[in-house]
């Protein structure tokens, strides 16, 4: 059975560092693009940052030169350093492919996400 799991998320200041941790159980991870996606409260999901299974990876303009993503295919993880951080990164933060993958009939497969808030 397909599966997302997010972790590592927190509180942190302005400034802070988090390193976000996904486990994707099920073999159709391993062969996709996948990406981090984040929700702000009020607002729809967002893609922060992708990578290829070659490794090419993207980024959000609002994000690039604090964000680092990577991953590693073979343990089907994925991972998000995130540093710099500022209040606007505020949001559940969300692993999943990309496109995002579709389970019918439920639609779009979202795991549990992890809260990334940032505060003084």
């Known amino acids: 059975q397909v599966q997302l799991v997010e972790s590592g998320g927190g509180l942190v200041q302005p400034g802070g560092s988090l390193r976000l941790s996904c486990a994707a159980s099920?073999?159709?991870?391993?062969?996709?693009?996948m990406g981090w996606y984040r929700q702000a409260l009020g607002k729809q999901h967002e893609l922060v940052a992708d990578i290829t299974t070659g490794g090419r990876t993207n980024y959000s303009d609002s994000v690039k030169g604090r964000f680092t993503i990577s991953r590693d295919i073979a343990k089907n993880t994925l991972s998000l350093q995130m540093n710099s951080l500022k209040p606007e990164d505020t949001a559940v933060h969300y692993c999943?492919?990309?496109?995002?993958?579709?389970?019918?009939?439920?639609?779009?497969?979202w795991g549990q996400g992890t809260q990334v808030t940032v505060s003084s």
């Open positions: 099920g073999s159709i991870f391993s062969n996709r693009p």
């Open positions: 999943n492919t990309r496109p995002p993958l579709v389970v019918i009939p439920r639609g779009i497969y």
